[in-house]
């Protein structure tokens, strides 16, 4: 039997929400992924999506940002139906940070961040120093301004996101997407980006993540959606939604969930054979 959970926001921080998706149902030609979703995304926190492989993380957040079409229900974005929208206004609200971004060979992070700016140009309105202002700041923003010059296919894993990041601020967006964003980094490559990704929503960004490491989801994250098989099984605060019950019932998980000794959030301890006392087989 399915367990129940309750969505437990913390209150006042889903007032008024930036992004939500309405009876989403959406897939892959005859395979429905997700059917009838309804999630919302808090203003103002980090949210993150986990769940098992195959669960429709990445789906949603690829719905979310207009990338896929639903079959049914909508994605709302600041009030509007995101699917009447035109696109150059889509990216002047959000801005996407797809898995494994591929950029040109030889293109120098400068200008990768620069065509962050794309949304904001026109016939009538060209390249100006306030777009030169901005690139600068989201250079700064993210700890690349001293790559500037390089090309971006020469940094390592952990420079590579912060500049592709930096062109997701260069759009002039509060609110960032990020799909597997700590994919193919080391563990400490993947503190970093995360460290930014904290220090930009302490700048006031609202950010939505997939993460798989669901110890990094927990201490970087204010507000967790939980899937599986395509539905929500809970969200909210890390430590009202994290306990064995639920790991067991999304991930097929055994573990002890304890108190991080470096945070206040939860921490996951998985519970195998190997070196458990009464469980070696």
């Known amino acids: 039997m399915a367990v129940e959970y309750i969505t437990a926001i913390e209150p006042g921080v889903a007032d008024v929400p930036r992004l939500a998706a309405r009876g989403v149902t959406v897939g892959y030609g005859d395979r429905t992924v997700i059917d009838a979703l309804d999630v ?22 690829r719905t979310l940002t207009r990338l896929l079409k639903p079959t049914a229900g909508s994605v709302v974005l600041d009030g509007e139906d995101i699917a009447r929208l035109r696109t150059r206004d889509v990216a002047k609200k959000l801005g996407l940070l797809p898995q494994s971004p ?35 700041r989201a250079l700064a923003l993210t700890g690349v301004s001293d790559l500037a010059d390089r090309p971006v296919d020469s940094l390592s894993g952990g420079q590579r996101q912060r500049a592709w990041i930096s062109m997701t601020l260069a759009q002039g967006t509060d ?4 799909d597997e964003p700590t994919t193919y980094l080391d563990l400490a490559h ?25 110890n990094l989801a927990t201490r970087y994250s204010d507000n967790l959606i939980v899937m599986k098989a395509g539905s929500v099984l809970a969200q909210g605060h ?21 108190q991080d000794p470096v945070g206040d959030r939860p921490l996951i ?11 070696d087989g």
């Open 40 to 61: 919302t995304i808090p203003p103002g926190v980090v949210t993150t999506i986990i769940g098992p492989n195959g669960c429709g993380k990445s789906t949603l957040l």
């Open 102 to 136: 591929v950029a040109p060979e030889g293109l120098t992070v400068a200008d990768l961040v620069a065509r962050g700016r794309h949304p904001h140009q026109s016939w009538l309105r060209q390249w100006s120093s306030d777009d030169v202002s901005v690139v600068e």
């Open 175 to 178: 609110l960032l997407l990020l």
């Open 190 to 214: 993947a503190i970093d980006v995360l460290d930014l990704v904290d220090d930009l929503h302490e700048s006031g960004c609202t950010v939505v993540m997939v993460l798989h490491d669901l």
């Open 238 to 258: 890390p430590r009202d939604v994290v306990t064995p019950e639920l790991l067991h019932e999304a991930f097929g998980l055994r573990a002890q969930v304890v």
């Open 269 to 279: 301890v998985p519970i195998g054979r190997t070196h458990v006392p009464g469980l």
